[in-house]
């Protein structure tokens, strides 16, 4: 059976996710403990960032390479048009999306979980004890917000990056709007990565992710809220109920780790 390593939050392992499903192939999910588990995935792989795939001995890293290796290994359903256009068009949209997406989906998330207190406490894991989600509860909006200085998220790059989400958002909503995904009527690798990487801006509504559900539906204030964008989270859940597995369908492995949050 494939085997990824992951985090649950993770948009480029939901990305993986989602493209594996789409396919419908089996596979274990195996949490990576922050710290300790990076260094065995560093020991295995060179690197030390999911989200990674095993197949037998093979350690695939990269979103973007795994979705490549899983075409040329496992034909059916291409993810990649075979077209050299369309192929150009998808690999183009999913670039766009890893680096635009992706990256400051991460950002708009981090300033909304540093503003709300309940908000943080849900992101964590059910399995997390009661006292750790005390402490992380108590955790000062202040020093979040220093905490965020000190890595780069200030308040402009934060509020530039929800700005440009905008626009992203409403050019999505644009390029649906007459059409059933990204490059017409076939669905591709952009569609996949651009709901996949969607996940912090506003979960989906199912059973998809290890969250409690009353989170399910909630996201970024200004973004998940928006009417604007909804037709936009619509076609989003759309792709979920279409392609993207339950989480009682996956195996996980025993004694999942707390859950972060990581770009690959």
Known sequence: MLELYQWELSQYSEK?????????????????????????????TGQNQVPVLKDGHKYIVDSTEIAKYLDSEYPDRPLIPTDKKKRAQALLLEDWADETIGIKGRKALFAA???????????????????????????????????????????????????????????LTELLADSPYL??????????????????????????????????????????????????????????AQFRKPLSTITPTPGSAPTSIQID
């Open 113 to 171: 979980i540093s503003q709300d207190q309940d908000y943080r406490k849900s992101l964590l894991p059910v399995s997390t004890p009661d006292i750790f989600k005390s402490i992380v509860e108590g955790v000062p909006s202040d020093f979040l917000s220093v905490l965020g200085f000190g890595v780069g998220l200030t308040p402009d790059v934060i509020s530039a990056a929800i700005a440009s989400l905008k626009q992203d958002l409403d050019i």
């Open 16 to 44: 993986v996710r989602l493209c594996l499903d789409y396919k419908g192939l089996e596979y274990r999910k195996i949490e990576v403990t922050p710290g300790i588990g990076q260094v065995e995935l560093f020991r295995l």
């Open 183 to 240: 490059l017409g009527d076939e669905p591709t690798i952009a569609d996949l990565t651009v709901a996949g990487l969607s996940i912090l801006l506003k979960f989906p509504e199912g059973s998809y992710l290890d969250l409690p559900a009353s989170l399910r539906g909630k996201g970024v204030p200004g973004l998940a809220d928006n009417p604007d964008y909804e037709p936009f989270f619509t076609w989003r859940d759309r792709i979920y």
